[in-house]
């Protein structure tokens, strides 16, 4: 085998190729280069020559500890992997003897490479150092250089990647620890990504033949794997061997129905139809070649222009935490994110999908059928284990290094999200939800506010035809303020004017204002507002709705704590207490008020909250009792 990482090192194969770069760890004046190989058998070696490891757990110590370069790992992990049924009472004190013994070897001139710190031990590598972490450095630059339109050198990167694999991960101590095989799997996963994408990188290169000389060995290992099966229909292909490329799309097809019960999805698809035609697949170099389900976008879309382009700017970080979007039911959370994703759509070639994380009568849907629909949508053939976390790692190890925008929409909680979400890289997700999910600590978030009143009455005459909201301009002010500058209202209330063409604006607006009949008025086909307003609701913890039926006595939307105070029955800071419940869902805004600071006189203006007005007309509803409409 080549010696990848000699070429790679010094620039002797490409001067062009990016090179792993040396930490802090590994340098020093006159220091001989530590070289640790996981990717087969165990072994470390410095200056080329190679390194004791010690016994059976010693080097299981090791192993455990390049399952995570870089990253503390606990005693306990440690005592489970060694001694997982009864450890002795000396494990802690064994332990310290194993770590000590390769911190000796690994680190003599205590550069502090293998430390322990309050999250467990760390094992310090760089990608110079260790071939796991080189192999994913390498398929990192792969990713960039086929991002960039350059296949060519995308495939040798990719290529001397898969090179360093000597063997299966830990081939002589998986046998042994549980978290060991846990590693192996997502590495073969890892791998088995990489491959497909050095195959396709390969194809583009008009150079067929060495995906058609090896890809039959990965199918072998791999045959419902869809992405896989459409590279080895494409190298068969243009290698001139049609039969076999035939035979190869049948008995994929039939694996799939026989034990998935599934349909070959779009890849496979389109590689199908090439070979029928005896054509070329038409792979535009750099566009989009996944999955593209979104709903349709909104012909009279209206506003929005800052919050679209915060998303926008906030999606186009590779890498970056998910993008929360957040306000409450109706608001447009759901239009805007599928704008935003149509608008993106060009900068995510490995697929652009949308799922909804509750049903209709606002329940959870469980995570597996989310998960199951996604990976079908994006043409992931992995069995997902019937475990939240294993799922989880499966998913997450196909998502590596494709270019995939995830839109996760109507999140009712962050736990909900937890196995869905990407892992660092390209792939994105923007997530709506009526909650603000204070759990979700590293996103992005945007609160998405009511429309202006010109971006509402914009959209109403979009609805309802210029000429007529001309003709009762002031009219159309009040429907659009009756709406709370609501979308979902909006269009609710738009689309009954536009059956009823009779009736004057004005009339339409009286009704509106009336508290007894606005819910009513505001529901055309699926669009009724109370319908959603339900569903809202329902999703509410008890005490949130508790609080909604206490302030719907409140005459206005708009009131201070202490009115609050007086309608729930409770002192200053228990009241705070339960409008800060509301702001969590999403019910509440947050109130607008100066910046508080010591120097606020007594006779400063008071805090003001505003609950949006049909919330408060539908709250009315739940306090009367069931079967009343305000």
């Not at 049609?242 to 070959?264: F, I, K, N, V």
């Not at 389900?293 to 209206?302: G, N, V």
Request: one cysteine or more; charged letters at 25%.
């Amino acid at each position: 085998m080549t010696d990848t990482f000699t070429e790679i090192r010094t620039g002797e194969a490409d001067p062009g190729i990016p090179r792993a770069h040396a930490g802090k760890a590994g340098t020093g004046a006159g220091a001989a280069l530590l070289r640790i190989d996981l990717l087969g058998p165990l072994r470390a070696s410095r200056g080329g020559l190679p390194l004791p490891l010690g016994p059976l757990k010693q080097r299981l110590v090791l192993a455990v500890l390049l399952t995570r370069p870089n990253t503390p790992v606990s005693l306990e992990e440690l005592t489970d992997a060694l001694w997982p049924d009864d450890p002795p009472r000396t494990a802690r004190k064994n332990l310290q003897v194993y770590v000590s013994n390769l911190r000796r070897v690994l680190d003599p001139g205590d550069l502090g490479r293998l430390r322990h710190g309050p999250g467990g031990y760390v094992l310090h590598l760089t990608a110079d150092e260790c071939d796991s972490l080189q192999f994913d450095e390498l398929a990192r630059h792969g990713d960039a250089e086929l991002r960039a339109g350059a296949p060519n050198r995308a495939a040798l990167l990719y290529r001397r990647a898969l090179d360093l694999w000597r063997h299966a991960p830990f081939s002589d101590l998986a046998a042994r620890a549980d978290v060991l095989r846990a590693a192996v799997e997502r590495q073969h996963t890892r791998r088995l990504a990489v491959y497909e994408a050095w195959a396709e990188a390969q194809l583009e290169t008009g150079e067929p033949a060495p995906v058609a000389d090896t890809v039959d060995e990965m199918v072998s290992r791999h045959p419902l794997r869809e992405r896989l099966r459409a590279a080895q229909i494409t190298a068969l292909h243009r290698v001139g061997r049609r039969t076999e490329a035939l035979a190869a799309y049948d008995d994929c097809r039939q694996q799939l129905s026989r034990e998935l019960g599934l349909e070959p999805g779009t890849a496979l698809q389109s590689a199908y139809r090439c070979l029928l035609e005896n054509a070329a697949p038409s792979r535009p170099r750099g566009g989009p070649t996944g999955s593209r389900l979104l709903p349709p976008d909104l012909a009279d879309f209206t506003g929005r222009a800052r919050e679209r382009e915060a998303l926008s700017a906030q999606l186009g970080c590779e890498g970056g935490p998910p993008v929360l979007l957040t306000g409450p039911a109706g608001i447009g959370k759901t239009a805007l994110a599928v704008q935003v994703a149509h608008r993106l759509a060009a900068r995510y070639p490995d697929g652009v999908v949308a799922t909804r994380l509750c049903a209709e009568d606002g329940s959870t849907r469980p995570w597996s059928s989310v998960l199951a629909e996604l990976a079908r949508s994006l043409g992931c053939a992995e069995r997902l284990p019937p475990d939240r976390e294993e799922a989880a790692t499966v998913w997450r190890s196909w998502l590596s290094g494709r270019r995939v925008l995830l839109l996760l929409d109507d999140a009712p909680d962050a736990a909900a999200l937890g196995p869905l979400l990407p892992p660092s890289g390209p792939t994105a997700a923007l997530v709506t939800s009526r909650s603000r999910l204070p759990c979700l600590e590293s996103a992005h978030r945007t609160e998405l506010p009511p429309l202006s009143a010109d971006e509402a009455v914009h959209l109403l005459g979009r609805i309802i035809g210029r000429t007529r909201l001309a003709a009762e301009y002031g009219a159309a002010e009040r429907i659009v303020a009756a709406t709370g500058f609501l979308p979902l209202a909006l269009r609710a209330g738009g689309n009954r004017l536009s059956v009823l063409r009779h009736m004057p604006l004005g009339q339409y607006a009286d009704r509106l204002e009336d508290p007894s009949e606005a819910l009513d008025e505001l529901s055309s086909g699926g669009l009724g507002v109370r319908a959603r307003l339900s569903g809202a609701w329902a999703r509410l913890p008890g005490p949130a709705r508790v609080t909604l039926r206490a302030l719907a006595a409140l005459p206005d939307p708009a009131f201070s704590l202490p009115a609050a105070a007086r309608a729930l029955g409770l002192d200053g800071r228990e009241t705070q207490r339960a409008l800060e419940g509301l702001i969590d869902v999403g019910v509440l805004a947050p109130p607008s008020c100066p910046e508080v600071t010591a120097h606020r006189g007594a006779d400063a203006e008071p805090v003001r909250y505003e609950l949006p007005w049909l919330t408060l007309l539908f709250a009315r509803e739940q306090a009367a009792g069931p079967g009343t409409r305000c």
